[in-house]
């Protein structure tokens, strides 16, 4: 994924990786509501409140909802119009458009350039006025399908996400949908592991990961939600995806951890309820005053391995270690595997 400029970073990261996968990717709000597993109400709300977001100095203009639909593409060529006509005539929402669009074209080129002239009615209504019509809810609406566009996956259950109101942001929607962005916008993820199970020395964090594979967009059900001990405010999320090469890998993203120390090292580990511990590996990049992890594995050692040991442990840990611990140190983040769920 390119670097987003400074209003982008400067979004909430759920109103961030909506707005980005929506502009990236070309999807509407539908088709990302289906690959992510959300109400599509939630989606809308999110991008909707993003592009508010890149506005903080101006308040958002009467109608800014169906102008930000127009700014993502979620328009029909008709409605799409009108909203164009509407922004022109209005001083105060084309101001506020104005302000809004620059960062959208840094993620696509398709986003409506505000000093166009509008075609003649007649045009207008036979549709020529965007040529990247998307659903938007209403009659006029025309569902798109892309080739390249992955079919969408069964919903995954995010727990606690349905209380939450559509349009706010919340820590673990945010993680969730950063590590999705990942996985569907990146493309090619590198391994950032630098010990893996085999290891009797662990290697120097200096030292960079040898091992890359290219994620397919898909998305399986095997998410697994991390949460931090009882007053803890870090999330995250394990997101299982298939490789180029067939093989299964994971990815991931948490947020609201404290920075590292020096000589100490984040790890990833697997844990039975009763019995050893498994080490995928620590994370090469230390967390920072940001408080964010992201981490991808296992590494090529432990490819063949991993599958086996995601459908026999119970628990998977992310850990505060000194360096090259031979066991779990101080657990902030962990969330439950399906073994752990179905013996439980």
């Known amino acids: 994924m390119a670097p ?179 996985i569907v916008v990146g493309g090619v993820i590198a391994f950032v592991l630098t010990r893996h199970s085999g290891d009797d020395n662990p290697p120097s964090a200096a030292v960079p990961p040898a091992a890359t594979a290219t994620a397919t967009p898909t998305v399986t059900g095997n998410d697994i939600v991390l949460r931090g001990p009882a007053g803890s405010q870090a999330v995250g999320v394990m997101q299982l995806f298939k490789a180029k090469d067939n093989s299964v890998r994971f990815l991931l993203v948490a947020q609201g951890l404290p920075a590292n120390k020096q000589g100490q090292r984040y790890s990833i580990w697997f844990r039975r309820t009763v019995g050893a511990a498994q080490l995928l590996g620590d994370v090469k990049d230390p967390v920072g005053k940001d408080g964010k992890l992201t981490a991808a594995g296992p590494g090529n050692a432990d490819v063949s391995r991993f599958p086996s040991w995601f459908a026999s442990y119970d628990n998977v840990l992310v850990t505060l270690d000194a360096k090259g611990a031979r066991k779990p140190g101080t657990v902030l983040l962990s969330g439950q595997l399906p073994h752990g769920a179905s013996s439980g």
């Open 4 to 182: 987003s400029s400074a209003p982008l970073q400067s979004l909430a990261p759920d109103q961030r990786a909506a707005v980005e996968l929506v502009l990236r990717r070309g999807l509407s709000y539908g088709e990302l509501s289906n690959l992510l597993g959300l109400r599509e109400d939630t989606v809308r709300a999110r991008a909707r409140a993003g592009l508010e977001a890149l506005a903080p100095d101006l308040p958002p203009p009467a109608r800014s909802g169906e102008v930000a639909d127009w700014l993502l593409g979620q328009q029909a060529p008709a409605h799409a119009a009108r909203t164009q006509a509407l922004v022109d005539s209005d001083p105060a929402i084309r101001g506020w458009a104005e302000q809004v669009a620059p960062p959208l074209r840094e993620l696509s080129d398709d986003v409506p350039d505000l000093d166009a002239e509008l075609p003649p009615p007649r045009e207008r209504e036979r549709g020529r006025a965007r040529p990247r019509p998307l659903r938007d809810g209403g009659a006029e609406a025309v569902p798109r399908r892309r080739e390249d566009a992955a079919a969408p996956p069964p919903p995954v259950a995010v727990p606690g996400e349905a209380a939450a109101a559509p349009g706010r942001s919340s820590r673990l929607g945010g993680a969730v949908l950063i590590a999705l962005a990942v």
